[in-house]
């Protein structure tokens, strides 16, 4: 049921010499074989870029578009097998694989039709003999680099808008879910794009990105992952002055206020929580709930915890599989451990399951105290740390009282309190009684080590231009 695994460079399909195992996080047993890039392959990969970029940047975004709608429209009618792949090297549920997928084609949707609207604009001339424009140009070839907790969406994000705003593109997905990527490359092929625009290579994350960013070839760095990592790569990035667009998590604060719709709340951050087996950068992830409302608000999302069945995401009735990988399984143990022992109360869940895989219940803590290892660090998996407030000048404090800064969560009927948490707390995107807070034509992206830039919207496109001004007499 898996897929070949190979590089994708300069239009060709490479099997590679030295590989590594892909393993299906639901049974802990190896897929298949990812063939890791030689420094020469590396090389290869980087002259196509190269060569690709001086024709693509030629093509007029009308043509673009058209590619890229193609792609979408390839990635569509192959969803059910492209969200298989995904599920079996990820682990999702397929559900979520399939709605992952279908939003990926609808960000390649999104930029086939934003890259007609790359405007300039046009400047009064203080003399009547000239005119005076600004236009937008592709920055260059683009190395980007995507993690696996979102192996469709993550990947589109970057290579649509690369590809849309006229540059060429080498990818490197993650080697823990390689297989959705490479379809991704396969529908862009399958839709016409040139050869060389797009290249997918795999290895050792730290050499790959080191040998891609010492080029002068690459202009632009676009890198989603944790903060830690990011910062290394700014860091290497600017030795050349590139361009950075940095995604890196976060770790959400949701804020119930006392007159909310407690229930209402309960019921949609569960859903968000558990989503992915809480393995998303802007899942809600830190609880604050008015005291007065705590308990109420505890006995619906327990219940909706309770009420997820844990299982292999390719099964029908599992509605969250694993977390991805041995790490996030000791990353919860600990967590788990850590705030039992300060004085944090188990309400649900806590047992890793199943003999084989990597399945962890959904868990959730209440009275979890600040000093909490998980109040502080991103939980990235399926934990879920409550804690009472009192009121919203100390609960401002404690939302805005770590480093991160990408998303964050207000639950309340008082149009006062929605206006004075959104202003208040420090993140790149704030859900007032929702929590859909990423589309394809939204802005997305975090403040403080939460990254810079963004992906989506027309900021996505603009992340991958850069302006000239021109003065004609
Ligand atoms: P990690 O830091 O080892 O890797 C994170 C991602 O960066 C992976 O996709 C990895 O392939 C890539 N990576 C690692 N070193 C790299 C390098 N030198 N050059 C280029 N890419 C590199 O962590 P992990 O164990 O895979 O994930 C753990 C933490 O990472 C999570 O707790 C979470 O905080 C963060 N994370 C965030 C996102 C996100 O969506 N922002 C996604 C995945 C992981």
Known sequence: MYRDLKL?????WIEGSDTIDVINPAIGESLGKLPLATPAELDLALQSASTAFATWRTVSPVERGRVLRRAADLIRERVDRIASLLTLEQGKVLAEARSEVLASAEIFDWFAEECRRSYGRVIPSRDARTRQFVVLEPVGPVAAF????????APARKVAAALAAGCSCILKPSEETPATALELALALEDAGLPKGTLNVVFGVPDIVSR?????EIIRKVSFTGSVGIGKHLARLAADGLKRVTLELGGHAPVVVCADADVEQAARLTAAAKFRNAGQVCI????FFVHQDVQERFLDAFVGAARDLKTGDGMAGDSTMGPVANERRLSAMNTFLEDAVEKGGILQCGGQHTGNRGFFFEPTVISDVPGDALIMNNEPFGPIA????FADLDELLSRANGLKYGLAAYVFTQSTASATRLSNGIEAGMIGVNHLAISHAETPFGGVRDSGMGHEGGIEGLEAYM??????QI
């Open 146 to 153: 995507s993690p696996w907790n979102f192996p469709a969406v």
């Open 8 to 12: 994708y460079i300069d239009g060709e």
């Open 385 to 388: 740390p409550v804690a009472p």
């Open 283 to 286: 899942s809600p992830s830190r």
């Open 466 to 471: 850069q302006r000239k001004f021109i003065s």
């Open 211 to 215: 040998h891609l960013i010492a080029s």
